[in-house]
């Protein structure tokens, strides 16, 4: 099975701060994504990925960026933590043609005080 | 109108009964369906994707309706490990795919 790791289950930041969020696939697929699942409001598409070095905005990119220097790994960064992004944020990844059967990662719980 | 609408319910249902929900969207021109399945505190899971002609997957039918533009999802015979959410994923939004806000739906012994 597709396994997708986030480094992190529960975070705690100051506001101000930078943080980096981790996500590992280890199925060699290319497409990797990231989303922020807020009460109310469903997943969002923050970032993703098609390829190494490529990145494409999702629907509420603001105050985020991305980094993938290898396949295998996508890093969501908050250059500078707001406590209006204090959410489930959530790594998913799907292979080729697979659009829509993404696999998540289990998320990580962003706090940021 | 928004690019995929659920209910969010929640839909209380004794066990053992049969239930279903819909999940419309706006794009005419959508080829890929999909149900996920949330529990409480964890990610998303695919569930099953939804043909044209329909999917079944044991208890769980998934069905499309491209003239009135909806998906639907039936559970027979509930069980309590069916409370979840359920999400339903249409084309729409940047990267070709929008997730609905899921229905909550809560199986009562």
């Known amino acids: 099975d597709v396994k997708v790791t986030q480094s992190s289950r529960y975070l705690v930041k100051r506001t101000g701060e930078k943080v980096f969020l981790e996500c590992v696939q280890d199925m060699d697929h290319e497409n990797m994504f990231w989303y922020r699942q807020d009460p109310g409001l469903g997943l969002r598409l923050i970032y993703f990925s098609y390829d190494v070095k490529m990145k494409e905005k999702g629907d509420i990119p603001e105050g985020y960026s991305v980094s993938r220097e290898k396949k295998e790994r996508f890093s969501l960064i908050l250059e500078s933590a707001s406590t209006n992004q204090t959410s489930m944020y959530l790594c998913?990844?799907?292979?080729?043609?697979?659009?829509?059967?993404?696999?998540f990662g289990s998320g990580t719980r962003l706090t940021v005080v | 109108r928004k690019e995929v609408e659920q209910d969010p319910g929640p839909f209380n249902v004794p066990e053992g009964a049969t239930v279903a929900f819909n999940c419309t969207y706006s794009?005419?021109?959508?080829?890929?369906f999909f149900w996920y399945r949330q529990d409480c505190r964890k990610e998303p899971k695919l569930l099953m994707s939804?043909?044209?002609s329909g999917n079944e997957d044991g208890r769980f039918t998934a069905q499309l309706n491209r003239a009135s533009q909806y998906i639907s999802l039936l559970i027979r015979d509930s069980k309590l490990s069916d409370s979840a959410t359920y999400l339903c994923v249409a084309p729409g939004g940047a990267d070709g795919l929008t997730f609905g806000k899921g229905t909550h739906l809560i199986i009562q012994p």
């Open positions: 794009n005419s021109a959508s080829q890929s």
């Open positions: 998913a990844s799907t292979g080729g043609l697979g659009i829509g059967g993404y696999t």
């Open positions: 939804v043909y044209s």
